[in-house]
């Protein structure tokens, strides 16, 4: 097991996310930016859309998985990478090692969507399947890593991981000034903080002047509630939401100071709210998004943030969603 230093304050320079960008590039997509005449009509504003639920593996956290296995040493490589993850993080480890020849073990909770553990195992990772009640996911994972000398990857409270999800603010910016425009706002989704801050400093390379956002589930909006307490405070996290990958109640002890130097606001979307944006990306956009994925497009229709005028850049975070609930989703009636 590869010991470091406790990393107590961390924030990815310009150097090292374009260091990040060139890294990545061979196996990672530069996904487009989408507009739709449609949504702008509605908010009376420009949105920019980036769908990174067509990154492979389908979500953004292939970047910070990329970012981090790339600079394994050889000894950290064949010790393999060990990882939890409701979901997305865990595809994109997955993926990432077997494209590299890596062996990786991934914790998941019992409950996690069928697809995605499926997807885990495609992959050729090893599934650990762990009960949220009874077990922590941390304490398997460095039990692993003890035994079997593996790297452990953690979704977001990482340097590597925010430094990899940074490149996506970065290329979102670079891609809207390609297009002649500046963006007045950005809004990503949210869950312990990796892609916001990430993403932020990224952002804020090119376009420091753009508000940023995070957007997560109400209940689970830890977040919000910490950017406005000004310190790390836990959401109730009260019943359960359709938003999977986005349910932990309380920011990184990374994330939370980047936030709080580049974010404007933290808000919070329904599970209504995000089933409307949910069938709005499939009807209008033709796109598959899972309820995580679409918090940030759910704030822009509900009007949590003011569009008029101005311009907006809004990520589309995965497309990672069971068949049968996304049909369910797009046939109810909002």
Known sequence: MTIRAAVTHFEPTEAQIDAAQRRIAPYAIRTPILTSETLDRMVKGRVFLKPENLQRSGSFKLRGALNRAL??????????????????????????ARKLGIKATVLMPQEAPKTK???????????????????????????????????IVPPYDDPFVITGQATLGAEMAEQVRDMGQVLDAALFPCS?????????CGLHTLMPQASVYSVEPLNFDGMAISLAAGQAMKASAQGTSICDALLVPAPGQLTLPICRAHLKEGLSVTDEEVKEAIRFAFQELKLVVEPGGATALAAVLAGKVDAAGKCLGVLISGGNVDPDKFAAFVNEQG
Not at 192 to 200: E, H, K, P, T, Y
């Open 192 to 200: 312990g903080g990796g892609l916001v801050s990430g993403a932020a």
């Open 117 to 151: 553990i499926d997807g885990v195992r495609k992959n050729g990772a090893a599934v650990r399947l762990y009960d949220k009640t009874k077990e922590v996911r941390e304490e398997i994972g460095a039990q692993i890593a003890a035994a079997t000398g593996a790297t």
């Open 71 to 96: 600079q394994l040493n050889e000894e950290q490589r064949e010790g393999g990478i060990v990882a939890w993850s409701s979901g997305n993080h865990g595809l994109a480890i997955s993926y990432v």
